[in-house]
């Protein structure tokens, strides 16, 4: 049977096979068109093998990554008929120990994720298991590999790939031959998952995986990577060379292996950062834009020294050819960020202006000085809060207010045995809730409002009142895990109705290239689809700004506005109100500082860059890019 999957997408034409990679990698422009290109060549297969009465045999990952190949698959069940009856699947990992019926247990996701949904016998599917006894496991291991060759082995396999370059648990220093085993997680790999777990002392140490030759043992394998944080490994897995430290490396040499990437994910790849160096370019304003400041950062020149010699040296001659002399170049992009340097960012004229915040504290941690900046020039600025960030709060917070509004309500003569009965519940379920379980729905209201009483006082001590605060609660945050619902209609009527009440002139939506399942991506769509229901009807300039992890590169940053060393004091006593967040967040990321010092050490990151530009030298700046159709 042929199961090439070396074929250009039905879905779209714009995707194409980057240059210099020593596994074959399919770059599309964004996420869904990844996600639809794979479910198309695994539908395909199905279909037909159905049509010839065989099975197909598909590897499975989990994690965010192929959550939307598995919503594709399932409409394609629904919609269009599908049928799963024949297929057979195998997980790649579970974690070790883990009880199957729990909520981080792989094989309870990928019931509610994929499998509740379509229609494979439960004989048909294998998941390592996490809660057979410690003496089991190594047969367990040995007979998951003989269900794979009684199978006929898998067609496909499909798999993500971890900040480690992991494929499975195949962890740095797993060989090419190991097959399925119980291992030892990497301290990387569990905080990555710390947030899932709510807390890293509550990941397991072990994981039962199988082996990178297991996974080369498929008939072809897609390996995924969706979003700017991949972008790094991405690069050591099918640039470097073959190496245990990266399993994910030893994917070149594997016949049909192809790398499925959205630009974000493909963004530190020779052929879309530096493309002039692999082939000819056609030279956009965008394309020259990156090349000039790029070797003004690598030669640690000032925009308007360099000079021809430096292009040349720099296999920039072919930049020279098309757009003329090097001083001219360099002054066009020179004129280009000074016109960019914002003082009235939302223009001298008052206006109403939204700045939507995914997370209660996103507005002032990453744009609080613009925040503030129009306040103090008269404009008429709102915040939408979208979700609660109710799961970030530490339940000792949660159980400190308890307390508080407890002793209020006895020091006032407030108290009823009501109220009695409801504190001593909710100091029961903090009492007996067991690592890593959810909140009961009382006690995430509770979280919930500690949130929301925090983004009021910061929002008031950045100049905007009470009654220009609107908390959405968007419906599809309301899961109580990490995991959330995709955008649904309710979603996007909710900010239809903002939209159409405020009419604002400007927006201003977090923009993160990151995990395209995570909340502030999710809240960019449901946005941007608010934006068309209204269509006509409210046409805002549209603004996009980065969460707390990182900046704008700069040939990506339309418009910078200055903070001065008064104007940063007073973003931090801001985010300062953001107390549950404050000292140690619930979900740092692999970022340990505080928020409040990643704000401040990235804005000044961004002044150094301008400056080191030949750029006016500011304390700080906050840069935007200008939405342009897409994130």
């Not at 996420?31 to 197909?56: F, M, Q």
């Not at 019926?101 to 996490?130: A, C, L, Q």
């Not at 690598?298 to 757009?323: E, Q, S, T």
């Not at 909340?519 to 068309?532: G, P, Q, S, W």
Request: include cysteine.
């Amino acid at each position: 049977m042929d199961t090439n999957v070396v074929k250009r997408p039905r879905s779209n034409q714009s995707a194409q096979y980057l240059r210099q990679t020593k596994i074959p990698t399919l770059m599309f422009e964004t996420s869904a068109e990844a996600d639809k290109h794979v479910s198309l060549v695994i539908e395909s297969l199905i279909r037909e093998n159905n049509s010839a009465g065989t099975p197909t045999v598909l590897g499975l990952p989990t994690g965010s990554t192929p959550i939307g190949v598995y919503r594709e698959l399932i409409r394609l069940h629904n919609e269009e008929d599908l049928d799963f009856s024949r297929v057979v699947t195998f997980n790649l990992d579970e974690y070790y120990p883990m009880d199957s019926t729990s909520i981080h247990s792989y094989r309870r996701w990928m019931n509610e994720t994929f499998f509740d949904h379509v229609n494979i016998p439960e004989e048909n599917i294998h998941i390592p298991k996490g809660d057979i006894p410690r003496e089991e496991v190594e047969a367990f291991c040995d007979d998951y590999e003989r269900q794979i060759e009684r199978a006929g082995g898998i067609d496909i396999q499909l798999l993500g790939i971890g900040r480690t370059g992991h494929i499975g648990f195949n962890e740095p220093g797993s060989s090419r031959e190991s097959l399925t085993r119980k291992v030892t997680l990497d301290p990387v790999t569990r905080g990555d998952a710390a947030d899932s777990f709510f807390g890293l002392e509550n990941v397991p140490m072990e994981a039962i995986t199988m082996g990178v030759g297991s996974i080369l043992s498929a008939g072809k394998i897609f390996i995924m990577a969706l979003g700017e944080h991949k972008a790094p490994v991405v690069k050591r897995a099918v640039e470097g060379e073959i190496t245990e430290e990266v399993s994910a490396s030893f994917l070149q040499k594997h016949p049909q292996a192809v790398f499925v990437v959205d630009v974000a994910a493909a963004s530190k790849l020779t052929a879309v950062e530096t493309p002039w160096i692999v082939g000819p370019v056609a030279w956009t304003p965008e394309l020259t834009k990156r090349a000039v400041i790029g070797l003004s950062e690598k030669i640690g020149k000032p925009l308007l020294k360099l000079n021809r010699d430096d292009f040349m040296g720099n296999h920039l001659h072919d930049l020279l050819r098309h757009n003329g002399e090097a001083e001219a170049i360099c002054m066009k992009i020179f004129d280009e960020f000074m016109q960019g340097i914002c003082t009235h960012p939302a223009n001298k004229e008052k206006q109403t202006v939204i700045v939507f915040s995914p997370h209660p504290d996103d507005d002032v941690i990453s744009m609080g000085g613009t925040l503030i900046t129009m306040v103090d020039q008269g404009h008429d600025v709102y915040i939408a809060y979208m979700t609660s960030g109710n799961i970030a709060v530490f339940d000792h917070d949660a159980l400190r207010h308890i307390d508080y509004v407890d002793e209020y309500e006895e020091t006032f003569g407030l108290a009823t045995e009501e109220t009695r009965a409801f504190h001593k519940r909710c100091r029961d379920s903090l009492a007996t809730k067991q690592s890593g379980d959810p909140d009961t729905e009382e006690l995430l209201n509770i979280k919930g409002l500690i949130r929301k009483t925090e983004a009021t006082t910061a929002a008031v001590e950045a100049g905007v009142p009470r009654e220009k605060l609107r908390f959405l609660d968007l419906p599809f945050y309301q899961t109580g895990k990490v995991t959330k619902r995709p955008i649904g209609e309710d979603d996007v009527h909710i900010v239809a109705d903002l939209l159409s009440d405020l009419n604002p002139g400007q927006i201003y939506v977090a923009g993160d290239l990151s995990d395209p399942h995570g909340t502030h991506r999710m809240c960019a769509k449901a946005i941007l689809a608010a934006l068309e229901e209204v269509d006509e009807a409210v046409k805002p300039e549209v603004w996009l700004y980065r969460g707390a992890w990182q900046e704008y590169d700069p040939h990506e940053i339309d418009r910078v506005v200055p903070l001065s060393f008064e104007l940063m004091h007073r973003k931090k006593l801001a985010i300062f109100r953001h107390e549950s967040q404050k000292d140690a967040a619930r979900f740092p990321g692999s970022d340990k500082r505080e928020f409040w010092l990643r704000a401040e050490e990235r804005t000044k990151k961004t002044a150094d860059v301008y400056n080191n530009l030949g750029l006016p030298e500011f304390y700080g700046l906050e840069g935007f890019a200008r939405w342009r159709g897409q994130l």
